[in-house]
T-cell receptor
C-alpha cells in the first residue's frame, strides 16, 4: 500500500530534550516536506527536500533540522525543543515534475513539549 | 508570495442544509488549488483539487468547488450536509516548477464546520 508513515504518532517530552520524528514513504517520491499545524494558523511548511541531500527552509524553520540521506526517509529533528514547538506535525511527499504534483500526507505526529 | 484566506473561522449549519465554504487566494500564476478535510483527531484527507480545465471540480463525499479566476476564489460547496461532515476544512494553493518554493502548499487558516441535527 502506498503510504507516508510517521513515528511516533504521539510524543510528550520536556524542554531541551532532543527528539527526532521519523517520516518514511514507499512511493519513490523525490519531494518530501514537513508542516506544522497550529489552531487558527492552518499548516505551515517547516522544511522541504527536492531529493537526496537537497534540503531547504520553508516558512517556519527556526528550531528544526532535517536530513535526507535516503530517498524514502526525511526525519525532523528538534535539537532543543521548547514549548512553542508543541504542535501537530505532518510529513508529505510527492513526485517532482514540470507541473504541480499532488502531495501525500502522513497521519501526523502530535508533539507536546512541557 | 502566495497566500490563502478562509474568511470564516467557524460555520454552523443544520443537517440537510446546503454549505458553502469560502476560499480566496493570492498567486501570480495559474494556481493549483486544493481542499482538504480533517476530522477530529485525524489526518488530512484530500477532498478535491483543481489543476486546469473545467472550473467546476467534483470531489469525494459529494463536495464540489468552483474556480473563479476573476474573483481569485475557490469556494467549496455541498448541496446537503450530513452530520459526518463536521470537521475542519482547509483550502490550499500549491506552487509548481519555476516558483521559488516548488511543491510548497500554502494553507488557509481553516474553517471549522459544526452540523446541528
Amino acid at each position: 500500500e502506498a503510504q507516508v508513515t510517521q513515528n511516533p504518532r504521539y510524543l510528550i517530552t520536556v524542554t531541551g530534550k532532543k527528539l527526532t520524528v521519523t517520516c518514511s514513504q514507499n512511493m519513490n517520491h523525490e519531494y518530501m516536506s514537513w508542516y506544522r499545524q497550529d489552531p487558527g494558523l492552518g499548516l505551515r511548511q517547516i522544511y522541504y527536500s527536492m531529493n537526496v541531500e537537497v534540503t531547504d527552509k520553508g516558512d517556519v524553520p527556526e528550531g528544526y533540522k532535517v536530513s535526507r540521506k535516503e530517498k524514502r526517509n526525511f526525519p525532523l529533528i528538534l535539537e532543543s525543543p521548547s514549548p512553542n514547538q508543541t504542535s501537530l506535525y505532518f510529513c508529505a511527499s510527492s513526485y517532482v515534475g514540470a507541473s504541480y504534483n499532488e502531495q501525500f500526507f502522513g497521519p501526523g505526529t502530535r508533539l507536546t513539549v512541557l | 508570495a502566495q497566500s490563502v484566506t478562509q474568511p470564516d473561522i467557524h460555520i454552523t449549519v443544520s443537517e440537510g442544509a446546503s454549505l458553502e465554504l469560502r476560499c480566496n487566494y493570492s498567486y501570480g500564476a495559474t494556481p493549483y488549488l486544493f481542499w482538504y478535510v480533517q476530522s477530529p483527531g485525524q489526518g488530512l484527507q484530500l477532498l478535491l483539487k483543481y489543476f486546469s480545465g473545467d472550473t467546476l471540480v467534483q470531489g469525494i463525499k459529494g463536495f464540489e468547488a468552483e474556480f473563479k479566476r476573476s474573483q481569485s476564489s475557490f469556494n467549496l460547496r455541498k448541496p446537503s450536509v450530513h452530520w459526518s461532515d463536521a470537521a475542519e476544512y482547509f483550502c490550499a494553493v500549491g506552487e509548481a516548477a519555476g516558483g521559488t518554493s516548488y511543491g510548497k502548499l500554502t494553507f488557509g487558516q481553516g474553517t471549522i464546520l459544526t452540523v446541528h441535527p
